[in-house]
T-cell receptor
């Protein structure tokens, strides 16, 4: 079946612009996660959704970052007034069960470059 | 929240040797411990996991061991091959079942 998909695969933007990153989880997966991975670094947790609710937003770096999920499916991560330090790969993952006690299926990521 | 420490950060072995990566966690409520492999330019993928009701799990050349008392778990790769070269991440969920905390990753290089 189809895996987790993300779009765009690459995004180059100018400092100060807003960007939207999209994640399509595996159908039926109730939990969805966003991570940020800077070059050569680990997986930095940003936010997760249980259905359309986000019980834990503790990882969002600043109020320039926000995310939403609609219909228990597609999620959008929005970064406003982008800064150069936002440059990274943004990964999305989903799990079959409603918790992190299950395998996380990752998307291919969106590589964001802020000039 | 959960705190996961992973060691070493880099590991280089000769083909055919064994590799061991260790993670420690802080929250005794954690009861699921996965390991993900991320090849260069690819997405992380689960390679093996263990739940707290077992102490060891094997799948061909890879195995994971868990010591709940000491709060650490390890990934063991035997008879390493060049295609094992990748970054490996451990994770633990902690009390907050909705969130997994990942280790910082170990870059494994297998020299032919």
């Amino acid at each position: 079946g189809a895996g987790v998909s993300q779009s765009p695969s690459n995004k180059v933007t100018e400092k100060g612009k807003d960007v939207e990153l999209r994640c399509d989880p595996i159908s039926g997966h109730t939990a969805l996660y966003w991570y940020r991975q800077s070059l050569g670094q680990g997986l930095e947790f940003l936010i997760y959704f249980q259905g359309n609710s986000a019980p834990d937003k503790s990882g969002l770096p600043s109020d320039r970052f926000s995310a939403e999920r609609t219909g228990g499916s597609v999620s959008t991560l929005t970064i406003q007034r982008t800064q150069q330090e936002d440059s990274a790969v943004y990964l999305c993952a989903s799990t079959r069960g409603g918790s992190s006690y299950n395998e996380q299926f990752f998307g291919p990521g969106t590589r964001l470059t802020v000039l | 929240g959960e705190n996961v420490e992973q060691h070493p950060s880099t590991l280089s072995v000769q083909e055919g040797d064994s590799a061991v990566i260790k993670c420690t966690y802080s929250d005794s409520a954690s009861n699921y411990f996965p390991w993900y492999k991320q090849e260069l330019g690819k997405r992380p993928q689960l390679i093996i996991d263990i739940r707290s009701n077992v102490g060891e799990k094997k799948d061909q050349r890879i195995a994971v061991t868990l010591n709940k008392t000491a709060k650490h778990f390890s990934l063991h790769i035997t008879e390493t091959q060049p295609e094992d070269s990748a970054v490996y991440f451990c994770a633990a969920p902690g009390t907050n079942a909705g969130k997994s905390t990942f280790g910082d990753g170990t870059t494994l290089t297998v020299k032919p």
